[in-house]
């Protein structure tokens, strides 16, 4: 695991910052990416990034993955950009983002 994080603990949760990849075969974690200077989870789906399918496969697989109820999970920036700012609420996040990240 990398000692540079793609999120960020707020009052409300945490903020994740995200590098989607749209079409990429299977749902998953690629691991960490820096973009523009900025530390991002590297995650790919396998919708295409048509009509908001991708992003809507993101969220999903983020609340499947962070064991969170969807509407615990919420676009904050980055509809229509390849890096995304996601909000998460739910107890325990920087430990289950530290799992998935050390699973990729």
């Known amino acids: 695991m990398t000692d ?3 999120w960020r603990e707020t009052r ?3 903020e994740l910052a995200v590098r989607l990849t749209p079409g990429g075969g ?3 974690v690629q691991g960490v ?3 523009d200077g900025q530390p991002c989870l590297s995650v790919r789906v396998a919708a295409p ?3 908001g399918a991708a ?3 993101l969220m999903l697989w983020l609340s499947k993955a962070l064991r969170l109820p969807r509407s ?3 676009l904050i920036a980055g509809d229509k950009a390849r890096v995304k700012r996601i909000g ?4 325990g996040l920087p430990d289950r983002l530290a799992a998935l990240l050390a699973a990729a």
Request: charged letters at 15%.
């Open 4 to 6: 540079v994080l793609p």
């Open 12 to 14: 409300d949760g945490v």
């Open 26 to 28: 299977a749902n998953g």
């Open 33 to 35: 990416a820096i973009q």
């Open 49 to 51: 990034p048509v009509d």
């Open 55 to 57: 992003n809507d496969a």
């Open 72 to 74: 615990h999970v919420t």
């Open 88 to 91: 998460l609420r739910g107890a």
